[in-house]
């Protein structure tokens, strides 16, 4: 199935705020409230930073959130500081697998 | 602690064999799924497959299915991802993960295991 779409990249200065989009359809993001996203250090493991839409794991910092309307799931970062630099990945169940599905991807770059 | 540990990284030609393992511990290894993830060179997460230890069944994406087998045994808490013939485009980072503990999502995921498929 396709992949979820993300912008490539976005950017932002210390302190500010930056949204991730992700849109899919109502086969996924759309159609079910299990929306998550992953923050991934190339080469390191990935690291859950939300789940169902919008709440974040036990040790996520606050300034982490999602949002959700329509097909289309956000991640909003707010303070950024430079360790926020990375990319970042939302995935959605999907009716036709049971795996999910990930978006493409959105590089976080800190300037 | 619940931690997956991966098989170190992998230098092979193309057309051999390749099985590369995923050992959990720290929890029930027979009541979450796992799952392998694939990240080629430059390019984003892909799901490959998932398999439940408890009864090995097993999903895989329709773009790896027969392309690659996944197992689990479950005497030794590890799962498995395999290659019967490697080819120079599976050179990739594979990552597991292990499903849960929050809903729809995976929290624990291994260190990754980078093949690297050369002539």
């Known amino acids: 199935q396709s992949a979820l779409t993300q912008p490539a990249s976005v950017s932002g200065s210390p302190g500010q705020s930056i949204t991730i989009s992700c849109t899919g359809t109502?086969?996924?993001?759309?159609?079910?409230?299990?929306v998550s996203w992953y923050q991934h250090h190339p080469g390191k493991a990935p690291k859950l930073m939300i789940y169902e839409v919008s709440n974040r794991p036990s040790g996520v910092s606050n300034r982490f959130s999602g949002s959700k309307s329509g097909n289309t799931a956000s991640l909003t970062i707010s303070g950024l500081q430079a360790e926020d630099e990375a990319d970042y990945y939302c995935?959605?169940?999907?009716?036709?697998?049971?795996?999910?599905?990930f978006g493409g991807g959105t590089k976080l770059t800190v300037l | 602690e619940v931690q997956l540990v991966q098989s170190g990284a992998e230098v092979k030609k193309p057309g051999e064999s390749l099985k590369i393992s995923c050992k959990g511990s720290?929890?029930?290894?027979?009541?979450?799924?796992i799952g392998w993830v694939r990240q080629m060179p430059g390019k984003g997460l892909e799901w490959m497959g998932i398999i439940y230890p408890g009864d090995s069944d097993t999903r895989y994406s329709p773009s790896f299915q027969g392309q690659v087998t996944i197992s689990a045994d479950k005497s030794i808490t590890t799962a498995y991802l395999q290659w019967g013939s490697l080819k120079a485009s599976d050179t990739a980072m594979y990552y597991c993960?292990?499903?849960?503990?929050?809903?729809?999502?995976?929290?624990?995921w291994g260190q990754g295991t980078l093949v690297t498929v050369s002539s």
């Open positions: 720290g929890y029930s290894f027979t009541s979450h799924w």
């Open positions: 109502s086969s996924d993001v759309g159609g079910y409230n299990f």
């Open positions: 993960a292990r499903h849960g503990p929050y809903s729809s999502s995976w929290f624990y």
């Open positions: 995935s959605s169940y999907t009716y036709s697998s049971t795996l999910g599905v």
